[in-house]
Structures are given as structure tokens and as C-alpha cells.
């Protein structure tokens, strides 16, 4: 259906505008950019629309779960409609806030440490597949280009907690470096045990390997990886218990004290853009992505519409590893800094380069159902 | 080639774990603290010096403001100092009911250190489900005082009055529905009495849940066991009381080792630690909410089958009825007496302390026969334990001067008075 919005757009605006606006010998060319910003806009627009009401989200829940009711104020035209505009409320009240770079501030790096943190949160979404057509770049070194991007984004931290030239951001931005880099290494080994799996970095062909039925899904020969990766993946996003660079009774605000406003805003998107990456990647890699849960079922497997792959299954699973992160934020204490490192290096790597071992293994011997 | 120093960092006042105006100078290598500086008096009142300016009764409501967590106890030792001048004891009766007040604040004491405690270790949802059930102490505050903090309840010679026949309800409003107003009104229909009652069978319960929560969690517990281990002998050399010394593993409680009002007469133990980690006195504390309960128990079915007066009959000290005011010369000679002379102490020096939540306060209280004081002075014990930081922290890293603030249960309005 989204396949058949988008080549009526294509057909009708697209077309006439270039073949109105650009010369003749341009205008595949024209056509082509024109089409892939429209394609990118076709995710980044949900996708913003996503981070603003995981805030919403995340205040309702954890105010649930601690006795309270959250925002229910905010609402629409004079409907209270339990606090549903507060996200926009909050992004209003940040846009006219004035962005105060602090005197000792590097200025040029101070402006980019936001974007920094932003994009490669952003541009990871280029080769997330969210239906086995539906993706923007179906690019065979995916789950690299998802290593690579999710790496860049701590130098966002790292150039904040520098050019603040305060003591805390500094503080905090030594903690994201060194706490990033060694998760980053669990990661990296608990991807490679999935291109084992899998035998393709591509994170379509990933998915479709996976296909059959629930306990086809990676999560189940992976086990230990699949919970090294998610956990990593709090830890990566900077999120409770892992929260260390920002501890709030520790760093004040990590980082980013030294920033207001939008560019505050900036690094806040970015933390939940990022959130929902992790969500997602763990949706592909261990539970099947947009594969239905009820495939290979005796009686739910034979009704067509609970069988089926589909793009909302996907989003189901992203929604539940999304409540989770709120989940873990309610209930766990902060981890101290050099216990994150202890656990980074001393629990998750081996337990990676073990599973490496034990999956190559299966793989080689096939092992059923996953790898004959 | 540059000196390579250590970091300076200043550590509040502005800082959310800074339990006030707390600001600590630290010194750094890299996260590991060399050297912590507490400074004081941000908060300084001059409470001590108003004191000596007013008559002994305007003073209650500024002991009150002291330890501003722990408010009848801060009046309880004021109370007391002036009662031993005076030598008076007041009605048994009013003794159970400091007794029963006091355990309610020790109750709301550790309620609050409890949630603070947890959110500077990051366990947010603590603070919440803590100040869930103080909500219901502070209304026994308020149904009993008017105030829910700052009560000035506590008199010299008993309590301001009796225990109220009946429970201050809720009120539907336009945002409190019928339905709403009758779960909230279901446990207040009886006497203050039943009410305490309802929560003190209630409340292990809650106090399991926090422990299913922290005790046997891990993260929780890499964050407090072997930090600021505080050794028995450098305890009672730092002048640690309370929790703090208990927690180390001292067996020592006013409650028990100096009897003051009832303690005396009622069942109760008193928790000690082994290590003296922050964990082991997060665990003594947690006990002793516990043990307070039970307290809080016996003394409401002592005070449910005694009624009696609550202060004493004496109209030097005590304002008479406001009625009898009306038609009785003396009585109304009395009231503007009490009202705006006070009442005179005999010259003297006195101490009395009491086992405050936090550990053992006491006032020193020095009297020239006049109606004020002539001296008064705060044994807080947050200062003594404050004092101690620097030794505590030392070698440890920047976190865990988050969790020892915690476990010192620092309140600035003792320390800076």
C-alpha cells in the first residue's frame, strides 16, 4: 500500500515538477534525488513524530508506575485529552528558548556537538528494512553501516563535554567515551554472532532468515547475545541504569549542562532516536523483524492476517523493547562507572566471543531448526 | 612541561544531590576523591540566638525547623531540657503520645532518607512509593497539630492537646470526584487513632515492597556494600550516634541505654550492623522503621485504653481552658501572664538529648532564672557526621560521595541551625 502512495506521488507531482523546473538532460537525475528525499522524509517525519511522543510515553508510564498520572494537562483545542500535546507544548517552549553558549565555550564545536549526536542517530535509518521491500538502501554491508553510524555518535558527547569547558560536562563526556567504546566492542562481537547466523550482513536477508516460526527467531539459539546486545544497546543509548554520563544526582546533567533550549533538545532527540534504533535493531536481529510471531502456529498460523508478515509486527516489537527501556529506567538503580566497565569487559565480551565459538559450531554442524 | 594537579570541582549548593545546601570542595584524581570540603552555613538561622531573645514556648516552632524531616523530635529534646529545669514530669498519657509521635517521625525520617537515598543511587521510583506512605503520617501531623510539618505540638509538661475523636476527611472538590473522595475518606472514618492503626498494619507490607525493590538487588548493592565502611572504634571516635554508629555495629540507643518518657515500658529492638557499609545502614535503618511500627503499635493500645489528661495542672506553665477564661479572674490573669510574659526557669544548666532518627540530639540549655534563656545550644548530629565525609570519601569514587551523603541522611537545617 505504501509502495502505491508512493509511486502515485512519484507519478503525478513528482514528474510534472521536474518536468516543469529542471532541463530535459536532467531530469532522471532530478527525478531520482527528488524521489529519495521524499522516500527520507517518509521516515524521518514518523520517526521525529515517534521521539516526540516516546517523551509522552515514557513520562505516562514510569508516572503509572510510580503512583502517578504524568502529564494529563496539555491537551487540544481546550480538550484535556490526557496530556496528549505536551510534547509539543515542551518543543515550542525549547524553540523559543535562547541557546546560551557559555563564555569559555569552544563556539564552532558547541554548535555542532548536538548535530553530531543527531545524525548518525537519523541516518541509521537508511538500511533499516521495514517490510521486505520497504527500506531505503537495501545496501549489503547494512549491519556495518549500522556499526560504523552508531559509533560516530559518541563524538556528539565527547565534543560537547569538551567544548562546554565545564568540569562536569568534561566529566561526563569521559565517562559516554570510555563507556561507549567498550560497549560498542560486546556489540560489534554480538553482531558478528548474527552474521554467523544469518551468513549476510544485510538486515533484510537477516529478517528473512529467521522466517518459520517464533522459535525460528535468532533470540533463541542467540539467547545469550540477544540479552549482551540489548542490554549494550541501554548502555550505548545512555539510558538508566547505564545513565552515567548524565547521572543526574551525580553530573547534574552530564554532557550536556552546559546546553539549553533546542540544542538541549538536540542531544534529548537524539538519546531517543537512538532508543528507538536499538529497539528496532533488536526487532531484526533476534525477533524476526516485521515476521508475524504467530507464523508456524497450528491454529493462530492458518488465519491469513495473524500469519502474515506485515510492517506492523515490527513496530509491535520495537514498542515492546521501547517500554522496556522505560521499564528499566523505573526500577534499577545507577550503575557507578567503573562497575558499567567491569561489566562491559569482564561479563559481555566473553560471553560474545564464547557464543561465537558455540554458534559457529551450530552453524557448521546445522543444527535445525536455524541453520540447515 | 606543565604540573599535572588534581581537579577542584565544586559540589553544590546547586546540585541535586546536594540534600540542600550542602557544598562540598573535592578533589580529584580523575573520578577518585582526594579530598572532600564540606562547607556550612547556607542555611545558618541563628536559630540558637533567637532563642535566647523570646520566652521558652515562642522557641518550640523554631525547634521544629531544625531537622525540618524530623520535627516533633528536635521539640521533644527542647521540651525535655526545659522540663528537667523545671522539674516536672508530664501525664503518662502525654508521655505514650511524644512516645507514639516520635516513632512517627522516625518513621517519616527514614521515609524521606529512604527515597533520597534511592535517587541518588538512581532508583527513582523509591521516592515516589516513600512519599506515598508519608503522605498518610504527615496528615496524623496535621490532624493532631494543624501543621503537617512544622507542628510546635510538644508543650513542657505534655502535648499541646488530645489526640483528635475524629479524622479529618477530604472534601469532594471539582477535581476530586464522589468516588475518589470515599477510597481516600475509607480508612479515615474512625478516631486519629484507628488511622494509625489501619497504617501500622499496612505498612510492613509497604516496607517489604521497598526491600523487594533495594535488599537483594544487584545494581543496589554494588553501590553500597564496602562503601564508606566506617569501622566500630572510628565511630564513636567521629562521635557517630544513631543509625550511623548502629550501622557500624555499636549497640547504642538512648531509647534503651538513657530511658527518657516511656521507652522503658514498651517491646521493642534495637538493630545493629556488621560492616558498617553504606548498605549496613541502609539495613538498620529499614529495621528500625520496622521496629518503630511496633512501637507505634503498643503505644495505640496503650492510649486507646488510658484516657487521661495530657498536660499538666499547673497554670504557671500551662495557658488554662480558654473557656474558663471567660469568667474566672485568675485564669484570664494567667493566660496574659503565659502570653506574653512566659513563664521563668529556675537558674540553671541542663542537657537532655533524645534518639533523633538521625542519631542523638540534644539541647544544652543554660538558665539565669529569667523567662528566656540564656544560652541554648544544638547537639545536631548531622554536624558530627558531616564532619566525617572527608574521611569517609576518601579513595572513593564520585558516585559514591552521592551514596554517603545519602547514608549520612544530611539535613541542613540542624547542621547550619
Known amino acids: 500500500m505504501l509502495e502505491n502512495i508512493f509511486n502515485l506521488i512519484s507519478e503525478h507531482i513528482l514528474g510534472p515538477a521536474v518536468g516543469l523546473l529542471v532541463p530535459a538532460g536532467y531530469a532522471s537525475n532530478a527525478l531520482y534525488t527528488l524521489e529519495v528525499l ?8 514518523p520517526l521525529l513524530f515517534c521521539v516526540a511522543y516516546l517523551t509522552y510515553a515514557e513520562r505516562k508510564i514510569i508516572g503509572y508506575i510510580q503512583c502517578r498520572l504524568g502529564p494529563n494537562r496539555v491537551g487540544f483545542f481546550g480538550f484535556r485529552l490526557w496530556g496528549l500535546g505536551q510534547p509539543i507544548a515542551d518543543v515550542v517552549k525549547l524553540i523559543f528558548k535562547e541557546i546560551i553558549i557559555p563564555a569559555g565555550a569552544n563556539k564552532r ?5 548536538p548535530i553530531l549526536a543527531m545524525a548518525p542517530s537519523l541516518a541509521a535509518w537508511a538500511v533499516i528494512p521495514f517490510d521486505e521491500t520497504l527500506v531505503l538502501a537495501d545496501i549489503n554491508a547494512g549491519l556495518l553501516y549500522i556499526l560504523a553510524l552508531t ?31 567498550s560497549y560498542e566492542i560486546a556489540m560489534g562481537f554480538a553482531l558478528v554472532c548474527v552474521l554467523i547466523a544469518a551468513g549476510s550482513l544485510n538486515l533484510g536477508r537477516i529478517t528473512e532468515a529467521q522466517s518459520g516460526s517464533i522459535l525460528h527467531w535468532y533470540w533463541l539459539p542467540l539467547l545469550p547475545i540477544f540479552l549482551v546486545y540489548f542490554i549494550s544497546g541501554v548502555a550505548e543509548t545512555n539510558r538508566a541504569p547505564f545513565d552515567v554520563a548524565e547521572g543526574e544526582s551525580e553530573l547534574v546533567a552530564g554532557f550536556h549542562v552546559e546546553y539549553g533550549g533546542m540544542a538541549f533538545s538536540i542531544f534529548f532527540m537524539a538519546e531517543y532516536a537512538n532508543m528507538v534504533l536499538i529497539s528496532v535493531l533488536t526487532a531484526v536481529l533476534f525477533c524476526g523483524g516485521w515476521l508475524s510471531p504467530f507464523q508456524g502456529m497450528p491454529f493462530l498460523g492458518d488465519q491469513p492476517f495473524l500469519s502474515e508478515p506485515n510492517i506492523a509486527w515490527l513496530l509491535i516489537k520495537t514498542s515492546v523493547f521501547l517500554f522496556m527501556f522505560l521499564w528499566f529506567r523505573a526500577t534499577f538503580p545507577r550503575y ?3 562497575q558499567i566497565m567491569r561489566l562491559g569487559w569482564k561479563v559481555f565480551l566473553p560471553i560474545t566471543i564464547i557464543w561465537i565459538v558455540v554458534v559457529s559450531g551450530m552453524v557448521v554442524a546445522g543444527v535445525g531448526p536455524w541453520f540447515n | 612541561m606543565p604540573e599535572i594537579r588534581n581537579m577542584t570541582m565544586n559540589f553544590g549548593p546547586q546540585h541535586p544531590a546536594a540534600h540542600g545546601v550542602l557544598r562540598l570542595v573535592l578533589e580529584m584524581d580523575g573520578e577518585v576523591i582526594e579530598r572532600a570540603d564540606p562547607h556550612i552555613g547556607l542555611l545558618h538561622r541563628a536559630t540558637e540566638k533567637l532563642a535566647e531573645s523570646k520566652p521558652y514556648n515562642q522557641s518550640i516552632g523554631y525547634m521544629d525547623r531544625l531537622d525540618y524531616v524530623s520535627m516533633m523530635c528536635n521539640e521533644h529534646a527542647y521540651v525535655l531540657a526545659i522540663e528537667k529545669l523545671l522539674g516536672i514530669t508530664p501525664p503518662v498519657r502525654a508521655r505514650y503520645i511524644r ?5 512517627i517521625t522516625r518513621v517519616l525520617n527514614h521515609l524521606m532518607w ?10 527513582m521510583s523509591m521516592f515516589l512509593y516513600c512519599f506515598r506512605e508519608r503522605e498518610d503520617l504527615m496528615d496524623c501531623y496535621e490532624a493532631v497539630s494543624g501543621t503537617r510539618m512544622h507542628a510546635t505540638y510538644y508543650r513542657p509538661g505534655g502535648v499541646y492537646r488530645d489526640l483528635p475523636a475524629e479524622m479529618p476527611r477530604y472534601q469532594e472538590t471539582s477535581n476530586r470526584s464522589r468516588a475518589e473522595v470515599k477510597k481516600l475518606n475509607e480508612k479515615r472514618q474512625g478516631s486519629l487513632l484507628d488511622f494509625i492503626a489501619a497504617f501500622v498494619e499496612r505498612f510492613p507490607g509497604c516496607i517489604d515492597e521497598y526491600e523487594t525493590l533495594l535488599t537483594d538487588n544487584r545494581i543496589w548493592k554494588q553501590r553500597t556494600v564496602g562503601i564508606g565502611v566506617v569501622p566500630p572504634e572510628r565511630a564513636i571516635e ?9 550501622g557500624s555495629g555499636v549497640e547504642w540507643d538512648l531509647r534503651r541505654k538513657q530511658p527518657y518518657e516511656v521507652y522503658d515500658q514498651l517491646d521493642f529492638a534495637i538493630p545493629v550492623g556488621v560492616n558498617g557499609d553504606c548498605y549496613d545502614r541502609y539495613l538498620v535503618r529499614v529495621e528500625e522503621m520496622r521496629q518503630s511500627t511496633a512501637i507505634i503499635s503498643q503505644c495505640v493500645d ?9 498536660i499538666i495542672d499547673d497554670h504557671k506553665l500551662v495557658p488554662p481552658q480558654r473557656e474558663t477564661m471567660k469568667d474566672d479572674m485568675e485564669s484570664l490573669i494567667h493566660h496574659f501572664k503565659l502570653f506574653t510574659e512566659g513563664y521563668c526557669v529556675p537558674e540553671g544548666e541542663v542537657y537532655a538529648a533524645v534518639e533523633h532518627p538521625k542519631g542523638e540530639f540534644g539541647i544544652y540549655l543554660v538558665s539565669d532564672g529569667a523567662n528566656k534563656p540564656y544560652r541554648l545550644k544544638v547537639r545536631a548530629p548531622g554536624f558530627v557526621h558531616l564532619s566525617s565525609l572527608d574521611e569517609m570519601v576518601q579513595g572513593h569514587m564520585l558516585a559514591d560521595v552521592v551514596a554517603m551523603i545519602g547514608t549520612q541522611d544530611i539535613v541542613f537545617g540542624e547542621i547550619d541551625r
Open chain 1, 109 to 113: 564545536l558547541f554548535v555542532i556537538a
Open chain 1, 151 to 181: 559509533s560516530l555518535a559518541v563524538y556528539g558527547v565527547i565534543i560537547a563535554g569538551w567544548a562546554s569547558n565545564s568540569k562536569y560536562a568534561f566529566l561526563g563526556a569521559m565517562r559516554s567515551a570510555a563507556q561507549i567504546v
Open chain 2, 99 to 103: 512516645v507514639m509521635f516520635d516513632e
Open chain 2, 238 to 246: 567521629l562521635g557517630f550516634t544513631g543509625p550511623m554508629l548502629r
Open chain 1, 336 to 338: 557507578r562507572y567503573d
Open chain 1, 38 to 45: 521524499v522516500k527520507i522524509s517518509a521516515i524521518l517525519l
Open chain 2, 302 to 310: 496503650w492510649l486507646r485504653d488510658n484516657p487521661g489528661p495530657v
Open chain 2, 114 to 123: 529512604l527515597g533520597a537515598h534511592g535517587l541518588d543511587i538512581g532508583a
